[in-house]
Structures are given as structure tokens and as C-alpha cells.
């Protein structure tokens, strides 16, 4: 089945510089790739995500890349506030086949933002 | 904004108690989902609900879980003898359509002690 690796598992950085967290996927069925904000005490929340037909996708300060080749996807914050501190899961799913639309997580990165 | 919505938010039950947990997927969605997170873990899916039935369940979903639909809003995980394992987040989930957004709700704390 598939399988969500992502990097780093925590990540740091001052306001106002960007954050990159990077994911790989292992399934090529996977077509899809949503990416979370989890903050305490609250379920993940859909941010951003990009299906397997386009390399790249922006919206604001987040933006997400997509290499089918490689099975790599990432997840880019320019800009970042204190607001942006939270956990943030990568996941894919083989969208359109036999899976009912399950979701493969990732094991999260707790980004912090510093003032 | 609609929204899933689960009960309770944090649950304490002792080992071999069942549990039932609560959730109440957008009106207008179609399929559901439960998800759960160990501590310090992955989220990992348990299983998927469409028209009254299961359409896929992971091997966590073994003999002791089973899930419902017993009314026109209701979505609920049933865990017949509670293990001190099953200790974790339990996320409920539910899209409107195939291919569409999935919209979780904010979770029950299961602890068992």
C-alpha cells in the first residue's frame, strides 16, 4: 500500500522567512496530494493540494510542487507569521480508482514561527 | 461554515469497556470516514462508509471495531472491548462527493486506562 515519508519532523524558523517541507510518495496509483494545518486541539485542515496533472499550484504565501517522476511533493510558506506555527501533514491518494477517496498521511512537521 | 462535528472531545473508559464515538458529518456529504492518531504517530485510516455500507477498511479495523450510521446525521465507531493500544485521537471525516475535499472534525481523546 502506500507510504508517506516527510521531512523534517520539526522546523523552525524566524518571521518572515520561508518554511519548506518536503514529502515522497510510493504508490504511482496516488494522483492526489492534500496538504493539512493541524493547530492544538483541532482536526487537520485542508490548506492547499495539487492533483498528479499539474507540476505546481500557489495560493498567497503557500505554495506546493509536485515531481511525479521522482514521487516527490513539497509544501513552501514564504513570508511566514507567528499565526503559521502548527503541525502540517503531507498525504496522498490514488484518487478515482477502488479507494473511496481515503487519505495516506505523512507523519506531520511541527513548524515553529519566531517573532 | 459547515462543519463535522464529533463526540465527545476527550473520553476516559477502562479496558474492555466498549465506547461508542460520535460524529456528525456535513448534511450534505455523502461518504465517511474514521481516522485515527496514536500519539506521536501518523494519522492512519481506519475505514469508509458510503450508502449504509463499508467500502474499505484497513487490517486495524479488525472484529472489534464496527461503525454505524443510524440516522439520517449521525456517524458513529463502535470499539466493543476497549485495549489500552487503542489509546489515541479519532478523527471523523466526510466529502460531499468522490473527488472533492475532505472535511475532518476536531477529534475525540480516547484514553483507556
Known amino acids: 500500500g502506500e507510504n508517506v515519508e516527510q521531512h523534517p519532523s520539526t522546523l523552525s524558523v524566524q518571521e518572515g522567512d520561508s518554511a519548506v517541507i518536503k514529502c515522497t510518495y510510493s504508490?504511482?496509483?496516488?494522483?492526489?496530494f492534500p496538504w493539512y494545518k493541524q493547530e492544538l486541539g483541532k482536526g487537520p485542515q485542508l490548506i492547499i493540494d495539487?492533483?498528479?496533472?499539474?507540476g505546481e499550484k500557489k495560493d498567497q504565501r503557500i505554495a506546493v510542487t509536485l515531481n511525479k517522476t521522482a514521487k516527490h511533493f513539497s509544501l513552501h510558506i514564504t513570508e511566514t507569521q507567528p499565526e503559521d506555527s502548527a503541525v502540517y501533514f503531507c498525504?496522498?491518494?490514488?484518487?478515482?480508482?477502488?479507494?473511496?477517496?481515503?487519505?495516506?498521511f505523512g507523519p506531520g512537521t511541527s513548524l515553529s514561527v519566531i517573532p | 461554515e459547515p462543519e463535522v462535528t464529533q463526540t465527545p472531545s476527550h473520553q476516559v473508559t477502562q479496558m474492555g469497556q466498549e465506547v461508542i464515538l460520535r460524529c456528525v458529518p456535513i448534511?450534505?456529504?455523502?461518504?465517511f470516514y474514521w481516522y485515527r492518531q496514536i500519539l506521536g504517530q501518523k494519522v492512519e485510516f481506519l475505514v469508509s462508509f458510503y450508502n449504509n455500507e463499508i467500502s474499505e477498511k484497513s487490517e486495524i479495523f479488525d472484529d472489534q471495531f464496527s461503525v454505524e450510521r443510524p440516522d439520517g446525521s449521525n456517524f458513529t465507531l463502535k470499539i466493543r472491548s476497549t485495549k489500552l493500544e487503542d489509546s489515541a485521537m479519532y478523527f471523523c471525516a466526510s466529502i460531499r462527493q468522490l473527488n472533492t475535499e475532505a472535511f475532518f472534525g476536531q477529534g475525540t481523546r480516547l484514553t483507556v486506562v
Open positions: 495539487i492533483r498528479s496533472n499539474v
Open positions: 498525504a496522498a491518494s490514488p484518487r478515482g480508482i477502488t479507494s473511496y477517496d481515503k487519505v495516506i
Open positions: 504508490d504511482s496509483a496516488s494522483n492526489y
Open positions: 448534511s450534505n456529504h455523502l461518504y
